[in-house]
């Protein structure tokens, strides 16, 4: 007999099995001797009230053991050989464009993927330099190459858009391809920055041997048109600059939030685009510990013992400034501060996270919601207003950092006093900071209500404001400034048959999860037109 039971249960208990199945015992009336395993099918920390507890839901097996695979596991996937089959073309080898492909060989279809960028394992190079070096590559960063932006930023899955698609189908497909099965249990899943690159690696391994093909470092330079229809596009070469023209009537273009040349490209040949609202802001840092000891009720030399059965701790604040939302974006407990700019002359943040969050830091965006009240300043760029807008703040981001990846940082109670940090605590962010008030780097309706909501922040979490804490400029990708519009119900771009605006790039996701549903999305648009 398998009876589903859900729990609350303290931080130790939910680790013990023996006490845990004293309390399933209680619970369900079940002789303790009659219970033959317990497994965990969704785990969930709640910190409020001052105490914190674990929620469990759990699948009591009484006098019965489980199968040998998990219960709730997926089949291996198996896949279409699609090497003479129909081709279909993806721009953009991120989640959206990998999850296509992956989708379209399920449909019998061959999908071929081109990538400005490199493979994961050939972008580590480029990255190193722009952490030692502050080289920036403007087609292999921490944006641009396999597996998208996610691959170096932290591998969150959590997202809110399950009327978008099958999330548990895009999990079950992380699992098989490598990541670990707690993603399946978690409330908050997270594989980490440092298994992702190995999972993209076996994504892209199956795809090749279910005949899919990949155009790795090719840049997408032109789209051709005819009667309102797609006729064809064309790549060039990264870098010997040479082009390569193909001829189709469908194309996923799933290029990502940063590839502003792609914008601009479809400007060029007056295929519509729209301005988008987004968020600007800062990263902001705190020791792990001192946020441990806030989101546990514990003191911080008390850490230690919390932590041997409870994670690194997040947060998550929101508050209404003047009108504006601001609110904290990509939490990365004990995580690391990321240099993420995709061309020189600029300065951009993010954070990221390996599997076991173990680093001594916990850094999380604080944004402030942006629009087109904003970039008025802009507006003779009509809709490239906003890229226009955020491209201008990390500019000065990188001239307030002395012209260099060195970033702009200030003490978290020197920035809320508008004043220059005469000092400034150690940093996870590799390049190196350099004091400097952000509020003349930051437009000023963000700062002021930045330093509006830290003050906010500081109530709600006593001790948040600590001058321990740290601001980092800017946080500015936080999601595309550019829509690409499409229709509801074929997902074509509204004028442009044949193109798929597909994922983050075009506006229709916010992170991995909900861009590879997108991806899965357009993959059976096509199959249907």
């Known amino acids: ?16 099995l023996g006490i845990l199945k004293e309390i399933v015992s209680q619970e369900t009336g079940q002789d303790i001797n009659d ?55 993806i721009i953009g080898a991120g989640p959206a464009g990998l999850f296509a492909a992956l989708q379209a060989i399920e449909n019998g279809v061959k999908p071929i993927i081109i990538e400005r960028g490199k493979t994961v394992r050939d972008r580590r190079r480029d990255l190193a330099l722009i952490n030692k070096e502050q080289t920036v590559n403007p087609n292999s960063n921490y944006c641009f190459g396999e597996g998208g ?34 993603i399946l249990i978690d409330a908050h899943p997270h594989i980490g920055t440092n ?60 290029t990502g939030h940063s590839a502003r040349d792609i914008y601009q490209l479809l400007v060029e040949k007056d295929i519509e685009t729209e301005v988008k609202p987004f968020a600007l802001g800062v990263r902001v840092e705190h020791p792990q510990d001192l946020i441990d000891s806030i989101q546990y009720h514990c003191k911080v030399d008390e850490v230690p013992e919390a932590r041997k059965y409870l994670p690194a701790s997040s947060y998550s604040l929101v508050e209404q400034i003047k009108d504006r939302g601001v609110y904290s974006f990509c939490m990365c407990p004990g995580g690391i501060i990321a240099p993420c700019a995709t061309a020189p002359g600029e300065v951009v943040t993010n954070g990221w996270s390996p599997s076991k969050r173990n680093n001594p830091y916990a850094n999380s965006g604080i944004v402030v919601a942006v629009g087109e009240q904003d970039f008025i300043p802009y507006k003779k760029f009509k809709t490239l207003a906003g890229m226009r807008y955020q491209s201008a703040v990390e500019q000065n981001a990188w001239l307030h950092g ?66 321990d804490a740290i601001v980092v400029g800017v946080e500015s990708r936080t999601s595309t400034p550019v829509r690409i519009p499409r229709n509801n119900d074929d997902l074509n771009h509204i004028r442009i048959k044949g193109l798929y605006p597909c994922g983050e790039g075009a506006g229709y996701a916010g992170g991995i999860v909900s861009a590879a549903m997108d991806g899965i999305k357009c993959a059976n648009a096509l199959r249907n037109d």
């Open 1 to 16: 007999m398998i009876k589903e039971l859900s729990i609350v249960v303290r931080p130790f208990e939910s680790i013990d």
């Open 402 to 467: 002395g012209q260099s990846q060195v970033a702009p940082a200030q003490r978290l109670n020197d920035f809320i006093h508008k004043k220059v940090s005469t000092n400034l605590p150690s940093c996870s962010y590799h390049p190196g900071i350099k004091s400097a008030d952000l509020n003349e780097v930051l437009p000023q309706e963000v700062a002021l209500r930045l330093r509006l909501a830290f003050e906010n922040f500081g109530k709600k979490m006593k001790g948040y404001t600590s001058n």
């Open 149 to 182: 932006a996610g691959t170096y930023s932290d591998g969150k899955l959590y997202t809110r858009s399950g009327k978008r698609g099958s999330i548990e189908k895009v999990l079950h497909t992380f699992v098989n391809y490598g990541a670990d099965i707690q």
């Open 35 to 89: 219970i033959s395993h317990i497994e965990t099918i969704k785990k969930s920390i709640d910190a409020r009230g001052g105490k914190v507890r674990v929620n469990l839901k759990l699948k009591v097996f009484v006098n019965e053991q489980p199968e040998t695979k998990l219960i709730w596991q997926l089949d291996p996937i198996k896949h279409n050989n699609v090497n003479t089959a129909k081709e279909i073309y």
């Open 195 to 254: 298994k992702l690159p190995k999972i993209i690696e076996n994504i892209r391994a199956a795809i090749i041997d279910a005949g899919g093909e990949f155009y790795f470092n090719h840049q997408l330079v032109d789209i051709q048109i005819e009667s309102n229809n797609l006729s064809g596009f064309t790549i060039q070469q990264v870098e010997n600059k040479s082009l390569i023209s193909f001829k189709t009537n469908q194309l996923i273009l799933a």
